[in-house]
């Protein structure tokens, strides 16, 4: 791969996210968590939204939760939304149910968290999504982004530790304000919004009684789990479709590099490819099809859906099939095959003309997720061994650091997750330690090689899905559901029932 | 009593931490932490103690774990001191007992927690003992105390959760720098140590596989314990000695004010107390005799001790016996009898001529304590109802901001505690969650009004003693210590051994 090259294109340009790994560690870049996905049939307008499913509220809310210098008594407003439709009420003790926000906009995570919505009825519960700090409308400095983002000394207040202490804060005071200090709390969350569902319970037993904990990668840390094991999961998932689709997807790398390094290439990958712009470096070619590919793996869905674009049922399926469409005929159609397959990620609707491969638009506000990437959430992924459909690589903890010194003149603290939460000997440590806690995860989805696949104890369970994706449990239920993700739903529903009956059984015992 | 003039008088003058509280809910000191106390035969001197019971060492401790601004990657030199003589070492996987350091110099507390030096051969144990930020030689901010202690831009780093991550980060880089990350690490602790013990095991299940915490009173926040309660315990132990004792003690404030108010009376009060400063205003006399029952009452030990003073056993005992001596013949001499009283607690050893009632020497380096108070311990203590030994009066908040917002330009964050580590329904939140904690008290101590008395599971216990004053369980045995404490200490290693029993066997049948 043109390594150099793409270096220095990508690391002086504007750049989402997406490439930032790629361009330190020249493999593939470092997906955002693919936090949650749109229904078809939510697809509200903010208004509407808001009409339908929840209310908009704010909270006042201190800036630091572990200093005690006059900058840290500074508020900011940060954002819940509450939907009380089907709520019991304080008399009855009846539950709270609390998303614990990922990094992005709520309002998003909100409309895409069906289960809780769907299930509210059955157990009488108050809904609440709380924004995660410096996310969405939720930014500290008077709501300021352009302060708030500027450089770390603003930005220093964006941490994992904060956004729990924040929730822990946010719900003691709302059960006050409601009377309802009796009414027990079970926390939610996917994603990164699941790992801090497992911490909350974790570290706030005396706030949550349980937390469904949907495909957070919380052993997804430098030294508990392999850099490896994500691209596995991705390899793994297209080479089940078809084996020829596997190799015509490893081969692609290089077939990209040749056709850009010969005489007419350039213009032949910008044709087969769409790109807007003539001159689209092969690095930058390479990227885009890698987010497809990554992407449609963690939402390789049983129904159609949209993340960041809408897609069909089962997209990885529907690649391979792209590849492996006989009816493109002879080999020199590969690059055409390769576009077939993208554009079901990027062009599933048809409306697209051409593609902008550098394109960072940020609609659902996931970009400071890049400073929480460069601080303490040090998730080594990307690397590639020989079998990867991605070319061959290392992930490089050094490349990584290399990068956040030059973006935010930040040295990533590697071991803070581990030491704070824990990670190392997961079920040895909480196997006589904590409980009510449930870790979903579907084996599609790359990121359950972070998660947690086994039961730690009793009440710590894993529910895994052979055919899962991400926190597809979450979503908002469809006709078209296979039967074992009704069962699963059915499974998380008995269990956190049983927390809130044990619950109200203490509760009478003791009083 | 005469209020406005206390009030004035000690504001606007230099006062030591035991007579802020005094000052401002007009009612009894706030007693610092009786931390520990020195063994009769370990009066060591400094060169001394380390060569026999620890080596000093310092460790790269970062400034802020929970922001990520410039300012918070500052480093400071944090000691702890360490005794390798009983060490099983890493490949036995030996047991590492590690002291959560309280409010002041670690030395102190470690040449006064005998416990942990006379049970380590039994267990191999490796002895860690680390100094609380803020305390000691533990000064960030280049080791400066006058930069560290000068305002809240820099004391405001000075909190128990910066204290708890402190502790886990030194713990598991000691452990990798040893190889020893298989060896299970036991916390201990007592006093707000105690509390911190406590504490880091609920958080940090991952580093430590247990706790002994004692006389830790973690319940001792505002709405969850009584302000009345710590003064009730103080009123109960004398009054459990002698009615009279109790009477007389009760009386004294009156006649102490009376005779004020005559004629001559100043100088009899001086005459009857020795005061150095013949001006002594009757706030500061009843402020001293308040300390000396407050200390009295907590180190209300079987044997001779020596906390801030030497003490005879059983101090309260001994203080009633003063009071109810009889050769003091007729009621006049009701003065020199609460003096003989006092001399217990302020001249056991006979070598003062006299008294300086506003003394704030610090030798312990406890002073910072007082920030504590006002931002994140605000332990409602000292509210008196019309039994107690104390004038009749409330606890308030109130009081304690205004001083805190005097003192240091700060407002206190008065239910941060119990939002961060919990404290309501104690038993309801933690019999199905955490495991592995002894909580120590005894209930002659005052502070175990806000401790934990009953088992919450059967991993979660408390250990009460009926006789018992603050942490002596945690002190050097002596020849003369009563069959009760043998027991308790036997109790406790009884249990500490099962959870280094049964971590081997985990970690035997999970590898």
Same mark, same amino acid.
């Given at each position: 791969?043109?390594?150099?090259?793409?270096?220095?294109?990508?690391?002086?340009?504007?750049?989402?996210?997406?490439?930032?790994?790629?361009?330190?560690?020249?493999?593939?870049?470092? @997906?955002?968590?693919?936090?949650?996905l749109?229904?078809?049939?939510?697809?509200?307008?903010? +208004?509407?939204?808001?009409?339908?499913?929840?209310?908009?509220?704010?909270?006042?809310?201190?800036l630091?939760?572990?200093?005690?210098?006059?900058?840290?008594?500074?508020?900011?407003?940060?954002?819940?939304?509450?939907?009380?439709?089907?709520?019991?009420?304080?008399?009855?003790?009846?539950?709270?149910?609390?998303?614990?926000?990922?990094?992005?906009d709520?309002?998003?995570?909100?409309? #895409?968290?069906?289960?809780?919505?769907?299930?509210?009825?059955?157990?009488?519960?108050?809904?609440?999504?709380?924004?995660?700090?410096?996310?969405?409308?939720?930014?500290?400095?008077?709501?300021?982004?352009?302060?708030?983002?500027a450089?770390?000394?603003?930005?220093?207040?964006?941490?994992?530790?904060?956004?729990?202490?924040?929730?822990?804060?946010?719900?003691?005071?709302?059960?006050?304000?409601?009377?309802?200090?009796?009414?027990?709390?079970?926390?939610?969350?996917?994603?990164?919004?699941?790992?801090?569902?497992?911490?909350f319970?974790?570290?706030?037993?005396?706030?949550?009684?349980?937390?469904?904990?949907?495909?957070?990668?919380?052993?997804?840390?430098?030294?508990?789990?392999? @850099?490896?094991?994500?691209?596995?999961?991705?390899?793994?998932?297209?080479?089940?479709?078809?084996? #020829?689709?596997?190799?015509?997807?490893?081969?692609?790398?290089?077939?990209?590099?040749?056709?850009?390094? /010969?005489?007419?290439?350039?213009?032949?990958?910008?044709?087969?490819?769409r790109?807007?712009?003539?001159?689209? +470096?092969?690095?930058?070619?390479?990227?885009?099809?890698?987010?497809a590919?990554?992407?449609?793996?963690?939402?390789?869905?049983?129904?159609?859906?949209?993340?960041?674009?809408?897609m069909?049922?089962?997209?990885?399926?529907?690649?391979?099939k792209a590849?492996?469409?006989?009816?493109?005929g002879?080999?020199n159609?590969?690059?055409?095959?390769?576009y077939?397959?993208?554009?079901?990620?990027?062009n599933?609707?048809?409306?697209?003309?051409?593609?902008?491969?550098?394109?960072?638009? +940020?609609?659902?506000?996931?970009?400071?997720?890049?400073?929480? !990437?460069?601080?303490?959430?040090?998730?080594?992924?990307?690397?590639?061994n020989?079998?990867?459909?991605?070319?061959?690589?290392?992930?490089? $903890?050094?490349?990584?650091?290399?990068?956040?010194? $030059?973006?935010?003149?930040?040295?990533?603290?590697?071991?803070?997750?581990?030491?704070?939460?824990?990670?190392?000997?997961?079920? /040895?440590?909480?196997?006589r330690? !904590?409980?009510?806690?449930?870790?979903?995860?579907?084996?599609?989805? @790359?990121?359950?090689?972070?998660?947690?696949?086994?039961?730690?104890?009793?009440?710590?369970?894993?529910?895994?899905?052979?055919?899962? !994706?991400?926190?597809?449990?979450?979503?908002?239920?469809?006709?078209?559901?296979?039967?074992?993700?009704?069962?699963?739903?059915?499974k998380?529903?008995?269990?956190? !029932?049983?927390?809130?009956?044990? $619950?109200h059984? +203490?509760?009478?015992?003791?009083?």
């Amino acid at each position: 791969m043109a390594i150099g090259i793409q270096f220095s294109i990508t690391l002086f340009s504007l750049f989402s996210m997406l490439h930032f790994t790629f361009t330190f560690s020249h493999t593939i870049p470092l @997906p955002r968590f693919p936090s949650s996905l749109v229904h078809p049939e939510l697809q509200l307008s903010s +208004d509407s939204a808001e009409k339908n499913l929840y209310k908009t509220k704010f909270f006042t809310q201190i800036l630091d939760h572990f200093n005690y210098n006059p900058q840290s008594y500074q508020t900011f407003q940060q954002r819940y939304l509450i939907n009380d439709t089907y709520w019991g009420g304080f008399k009855k003790k009846a539950p709270i149910f609390v998303y614990t926000g990922n990094e992005g906009d709520i309002e998003w995570f909100t409309q #895409n968290t069906g289960f809780m919505f769907e299930k509210a009825p059955h157990f009488k519960a108050l809904l609440v999504f709380i924004e995660h700090r410096f996310y969405g409308k939720s930014i500290p400095f008077g709501g300021n982004k352009k302060i708030a983002y500027a450089n770390s000394s603003t930005l220093g207040y964006l941490s994992s530790t904060q956004a729990l202490a924040d929730y822990a804060t946010l719900i003691i005071d709302l059960k006050k304000n409601l009377s309802a200090s009796h009414s027990p709390v079970v926390v939610f969350g996917g994603s990164y919004g699941g790992m801090l569902a497992a911490w909350f319970r974790l570290k706030y037993p005396h706030v949550a009684i349980g937390a469904l904990a949907s495909s957070a990668p919380i052993l997804h840390f430098m030294g508990v789990t392999s @850099p490896y094991v994500f691209n596995n999961i991705i390899t793994q998932d297209f080479r089940s479709v078809s084996e #020829n689709c596997y190799k015509v997807l490893k081969g692609s790398w290089k077939l990209i590099e040749d056709t850009s390094d /010969k005489k007419g290439g350039p213009e032949l990958l910008q044709k087969s490819f769409r790109t807007c712009e003539s001159d689209s +470096d092969p690095g930058s070619l390479e990227g885009w099809l890698q987010t497809a590919w990554i992407y449609a793996a963690m939402t390789d869905y049983p129904t159609p859906s949209n993340f960041l674009n809408p897609m069909p049922a089962y997209p990885v399926r529907e690649m391979c099939k792209a590849i492996d469409n006989s009816s493109r005929g002879n080999n020199n159609n590969t690059l055409e095959k390769l576009y077939d397959a993208a554009n079901i990620y990027y062009n599933f609707t048809g409306t697209v003309k051409c593609f902008d491969l550098n394109d960072d638009s +940020d609609p659902h506000g996931l970009q400071e997720w890049q400073w929480q !990437a460069c601080t303490e959430m040090i998730m080594p992924l990307g690397g590639n061994n020989e079998e990867s459909i991605f070319p061959e690589s290392k992930w490089s $903890y050094d490349d990584r650091s290399s990068y956040c010194q $030059y973006a935010y003149n930040v040295t990533p603290r590697p071991h803070w997750i581990t030491t704070e939460f824990g990670g190392h000997d997961i079920k /040895k440590v909480l196997r006589r330690f !904590a409980s009510n806690i449930i870790f979903f995860n579907g084996l599609r989805d @790359p990121w359950s090689g972070g998660g947690v696949l086994e039961n730690i104890s009793k009440t710590i369970v894993a529910i895994v899905a052979k055919e899962g !994706a991400h926190h597809v449990d979450l979503r908002f239920s469809n006709k078209e559901d296979p039967k074992w993700l009704k069962d699963i739903r059915k499974k998380e529903v008995k269990i956190i !029932a049983r927390w809130i009956k044990q $619950y109200h059984e +203490d509760l009478s015992f003791n009083n």
